[in-house]
């Protein structure tokens, strides 16, 4: 059962790389019919027909067949490719796409007959020729060749290239495992020329030569029976395909990479522990082992992070289909670049941005360019560019999302904050443009006049911008009127492991997101000030409220009482060192005993007994085996927050 | 409990035994996980009472709870012989604190009471059963509802007075 449901995982996550490939190369196809596109997608049309057969999943199998007789089609220019066809095909796709996840909630799904019938008219051709002979090439190697698989390997692949191979002996994956002597033959089906084929496996290094066999059939195999013969069948679309990545890359279950992760952790904790009991032994040798210990640990981490990190690829090859049934369907044109695709990042990151990604490109979409009509009186070009680009730097990754579209107007964004109730007209008018754009962020704002069926539906910019900041990322925004939109969201490398500071408040050693630190300051008690009793700073003309620790955490906070008293006069007189945390535009600062220092951190659960605790997010084992909450700046700024709006406001 | 047939053989079921004052407590051996030495543990603002803190086991943070603290008393003084059981709760691990770890015991199914309304302060719905052994009385705890209740408990040992004025 297990082994199963393993495969049947594996099926929906290769099949949907297939899809992937498909349509992508569709997008291409439709601007040039390059004969090796149409073979890539032949190829992937072909898998996901094998591989949909050999798990029973059977109207996967037939549409998928349907798309492969055509595209066969095409590439015996058969047919020639229309943007008919170009739209027959994404709806394919679509289709498959739709089949795939109805099969993988364990839904029936249909294959839509009408498609196939489409479909099958599409690739009806007035001259059938039908008749196709399978050409059988006795391949022989040199003798003594060394890693003969090797050889054959590239052989297989280069006639699975040009055309479809029909039948080994002995059977592939024998040839596979180096199961022949020197020499072994393949019947396949192509259009070729058998002399072209013969000169390129000639090229291939080690083959000493190629006879060809002309064959109306496929000869019936005497040495190893019919079940030797279906099974070679079978495993054609299977073996050759899967043979070629088994080679560079082994699938491995998330979790798996998880519980790698974690061990290495506990490696780190472990070798600290090693070095504080070893020093009072001042053994040099020790030491020494010690150090190489870190530098291997140092490496394995490199490793298994190395490991987790997926090219950002995967999110980014959705949108050029998406953004292609959008503008068609907003009457829009729009050209979409990408770059900085192979930018690479921690799996969990990559499954949990594609959702904000699709919103923010729809928002560039609806809202962001203008219709060609309003292009052209604008003076712009009447195709509206939209990039996406991703990149690392400095230990982050940004993935900007621009436009050349109309832009924002941060007087307009305030209109309609006022008009929609989300803020009121006195704190409009202390609003600096900067931050009206910060409007955009909040709940219950939509710039469009009307919601449309594109960016009304879905996640929020809210939500958007709450996403990132639980994957400890932040997104900004910059704009200019008439010229476009830019959004940058901002993400660290990886999820496990953060940069974290530790400090130290009342005894009680705390970690925080170097990310949600805005900076930390020194500053004498006299420049506190109150709003209603509350104590809060001014930095650079800024209003920053104190929020206690002990004190959010429902504890007394001696330190804190005295220099929160109301009465100025009695406040003592000392320096204080304050760390600013900070969310969105929103800022809190929270005096704090000492800085201890600065590490990278392992995220850990603490598990349900302790889940919802606000303003903790979790705990991490420091060098010396203990353990240390997180804190949530999220929860603390927001706080923070409204204690001083409440004094504000009744003031 | 009687899923089996008595016609298999009678039914043995093994628990740890660990004391609290003098009270005798059982656990199903099949939740407890393993058996540790205490290990400093780390405060968790906010959290239950009862919640000690969170320790590192081997690289997974897990809640200790102080479980005299559980049941209404001062926290437990650490000795030689404190020891932490881990037990697994609902995916979760976590640890009980106890004075001492003594024995794992095989107690035959039919030598297992349902639980009596009130025992040692301990209302029925805390407890699974009270397992006889010989003249003792074990008392099998309930885990997951005693760290999942937030009502205050109360335990009334026989022993409780002279503890106090030790």
Redesign the interface.
Known sequence: MGGQEEYRGLFFSEAREYLQILSNYALQLEKNGDKEILAEMFRAAHSLKGMSSTIGFHDISLLTHVMEDLLEKLRSEELTMTTEIADLFFECVEHLEALLTLTELGEEGYVDEELLQRLSMASNTPEEKDIKVHTGLKVTLKPNTPMKSVRAYMILSVLEGMGDIKECVPPIHDIEEERFDTSFIVYIQTEFDIDEIISRLIAIGDVENVEPIIHEEIPVLTTNGDKDKKESLNSRNGTVKRGRHVEKFVRVEAHRLDKMM??V??LV?NRTTLIQVGKPLASRELEGALEELGRIIQTLQNSVMEMRMVPIKQVFDQFPRMVRKLSNEKGKKIELVIEGETTELDRSIVNQISDPMVHLIRNSVDHGIESPQERRNAKKDETGLITLSACHEGGYIFIRISDNGRGMNPIHLKEVAIKKGVITKEEASRLTDEESLELVFRAGLSTAEEVTDISGRGVGMDVVRSVLEALNGSISVKTKEGQGTTFEMRLPLTLAIVEGLLVKVDD??YVVPIESIRENIVMSTQTIKRIQGNPVILVRNELIPILSL?RF???EDKNFTAFSETDSEHVPLKEISLMILESGSKKVAIPVDEFIGQQEIVI???????RD????A????LGD?????ILDANTLVHWGDLHVQEGVDSR | MNTDSYAVARLMMQFVIFNIINEEFAIDIKKVKEIIRVK?????????SF?Q????L??????VVDLRKRFGLDATEITNETRTVIVE??????GLIVDAVTEVLRIDEEEIEPPPKNIAGLKAEYISGVGKVDERLLIILNIEKL?TSEERLKLESKDLGKEGSR
């Open positions: 974690n061990l952790g506990e904790i009680n050693i002990p955490f429902g504890e850990k659960s603490l598990g349900g007994l302790l605790i606000p303003g903790i979790g705990a991490t084992i085996g203990h353990v240390a909450p | 400093k543990s780390t405060r968790v603002p906010q959290a239950p919640i803190g969170v320790i590192n081997r690289g997974d943070v897990i809640p709760m609902r995916d979760d691990l976590l760290l």
